[in-house]
């Protein structure tokens, strides 16, 4: 899925690119991942219509469009942008194109595509501010950039909880917008083993763990920037534990071991990230999540 640096990349990327382009045409390819919140057709209803900005919601984007409606696009595991001339080949997976130009013609027709090979994404239209209806919208945990998300509030969090803390930093409720890929690199940058469980961490492993998800977020930003992919694809050349099995630690050398955890795959040094030893839980004590 598109983590919290890819979503504010496609966000920077959009922006300009979008910026006075009007609708020329659109078509749907995959009517399954559309989800109609205003009267008639998708296609006819964004013919005409203007950008008037994009904005990033947790792992939402909403495209403002001009007659007060916008198109929030939650590309789940997936989603993907493209932006091509006319007749360029897009990649796989494609489930709707807009063919813009720019409002006053002073430019070569784009077309903007929205791919997604699971076809689990989901693209609403509706009227400006109408969130109600799309699942999760309201439901996201605060920016992880912002003065929002306090050492405080992540602590209440955390001693709240009684899972492992992998599974906690990924659910979008708590902190939006990290998954598999930034929680392995959080986990190594704090020096947690991806199986340690919340209750297991002091005040001072919470406090390093909350700096480190926002230097490893600021830092994955900047590589991503640098990396400066195509709209379609995601940079992730520069992670130092993810998907580097048998490869050695960037710190110490130890083979980068991999490991489950509900099911889904972490990378972890076993040096750098010991496992703490089991310890008697006193759920008297654990409030419930
Ligand atoms: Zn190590």
């Not at 749907?28 to 990033?56: H, W, Y």
């Not at 390093?208 to 400066?228: F, S």
């Amino acid at each position: 899925m598109p983590e919290l640096p890819d979503l504010i990349y496609l966000e920077k990327r959009l922006s300009p690119l979008l910026a006075g382009q009007r609708i020329t045409g659109a078509e749907v390819k995959e009517p399954v991942v559309i989800r109609m919140l205003l009267p008639g057709d998708f296609a006819t209803a964004l013919s005409g219509a203007e950008f008037v900005g994009v904005r990033r919601h947790g792992p939402f984007l909403v495209f403002a469009l001009s007659g007060e409606r916008e198109l929030v696009i939650h590309p789940m595991l997936a989603g993907r942008f493209q932006w091509t001339t006319p007749g360029e080949k897009t990649s796989t997976g494609l489930a709707f194109s807009l063919e813009c130009e720019s409002a006053d013609g002073s430019t070569a027709l784009h077309c903007l595509h929205y791919l997604d090979d699971k076809k689990m994404g989901k693209v609403y239209l509706t009227h400006r501010g109408e969130y109600g209806p799309i699942p999760k919208f309201d439901e996201q945990g605060p920016n992880l950039l912002s003065p929002e998300f306090t050492l405080e509030y992540f602590q209440q969090q955390i001693k709240k909880s009684r899972k492992q803390v992998r599974v906690l930093i990924m659910e979008q409720a708590v902190v939006s917008c990290i998954g598999n890929a930034y929680a392995d690199e959080i986990l190594f940058c704090a020096g947690i083993h991806p199986k340690t469980f919340c209750y297991q961490l002091d005040d001072m492993e919470i406090a390093k763990l909350h700096q480190c998800i926002i230097e490893v977020m600021r830092w994955g930003l900047d590589e991503v920037e640098k990396a400066n992919p195509p709209l379609h694809m995601k940079a992730r050349d520069h992670v130092r534990v993810r998907n580097r099995k048998d490869q050695p630690c960037p710190r110490c050398g130890t083979k980068i071991r991999r490991a489950g955890v509900r099911g889904f795959d972490t990378f972890f040094c076993p040096t750098c990230q010991p496992l703490k030893r089991e310890q008697f839980i006193d759920w008297r004590k654990v409030s419930k999540a």
